[in-house]
C-alpha cells in the first residue's frame, strides 16, 4: 500500500457496506407502489421503502424484495446516491414524499445514517427498520461509531480513489478491493453472486462516514433492528449498543454483513413483523 492509500485507509477505519447482486432497478415505482393483494381499504398494507448501503445498489434487496412482494407488499428499492447523509437523506425524502400512504422505511448498513434522517418527522413513515445498520445519534458520524469497539476489519480491504469534479472540487471514493470482497461482507452469499456484487460495486464518498448526523428519527418512531453476529464491517458489539439506546425490537442472525442477501427470508420476516405492529395496533 502506498503512502497516500495509507493515509487515507488510516483515516478511515470505518464501515459501511451493503452486498447484493449487480444491477439497479426500482421494484415499483414510487408513484406506484400502492397496496396489493392482502391489503384493504381500511387498513392498505404499507409500502415498504429499502435504501441500501456502500458498496452495492438496489438489487442487493432483490431476494427481501420477492419474499415482500410475495406477501402483498408494495415495495420500492430507491438508490442511494453515497454522498453523505444530509444529501442522500434528500434524495430519499423526495421519494418517500412521493409514496402515497403508510410507510415502513428499511436501511442496511450506511443506508441506517440516511433512513435516520431522512425519516424524521415524516407523518407517513409508521416504522423504522435497521439491517446491520447505523443509528447514529446527532453529531455521531459512521466512523465514530465503527470505532466505538474493536472488530471491523474493513480498513485494509478499503480501495480508495481520489477524484476531482468539473467545479475543482476534491475528494475520495471508497471501493472494496475485489479480492477480499466475500470475505469482507459476503462470507455466507454464494461466491458467484459475491464476485459479481464485487465488480459492480458502487463507491461511497470517504466524506460521507465522517459527516456528522443532524437528527434521529429512532427517538420517535419505532424501530427494529437486525443485528449481524459475523459482521467484520460494523461490530456486534458497535450494533448492540446502537440498537439498545434506541430501545429497538433485536433479532440477532449468525450472518455476515450482507445479511439481506444471506437470509432475505429472516430479513423480510422482521420488516414484516414491524408493518404489522405498527399498522394493525
Known sequence: MGKSRGR???GVVSSVAAVGTVGVFALASPASAQPEAGGSKDRPKPTIVLEHGAFADSSSWNGVAKELRADGY??????????????????????????????VVVG?????NVISEAATGHPDVKALVYVAAFLPAPGETALELTNKFPGSTLPDALDPAPYTLPDGTKGTDLYIQQDKFRH??????????????ALAQRPVSQAALEEKATTAAWKTIPTWDIITTQDLNIPPAVQRFMAHRAHAHTTEIAAS??????????????IEQAA??????
Open 108 to 112: 442496511h448498513s450506511y443506508g441506517g
Open 184 to 197: 469482507q461482507f459476503a462470507a455466507d452469499v454464494p461466491r458467484n453472486t459475491a464476485a459479481l456484487a
Open 74 to 103: 408494495p415495495v420500492v428499492a430507491a438508490a442511494n446516491p453515497l454522498r453523505g447523509p444530509a444529501y442522500d437523506a434528500a434524495a430519499l425524502r423526495s421519494v418517500l414524499d412521493h409514496i402515497r400512504g403508510p410507510k
Open 276 to 281: 404489522h405492529t405498527t399498522t394493525h395496533h
Open 257 to 270: 454483513h450482507s445479511v439481506a442477501v444471506s437470509h432475505p427470508h429472516r430479513v423480510a420476516q422482521v
Open 8 to 10: 487515507v485507509v488510516a
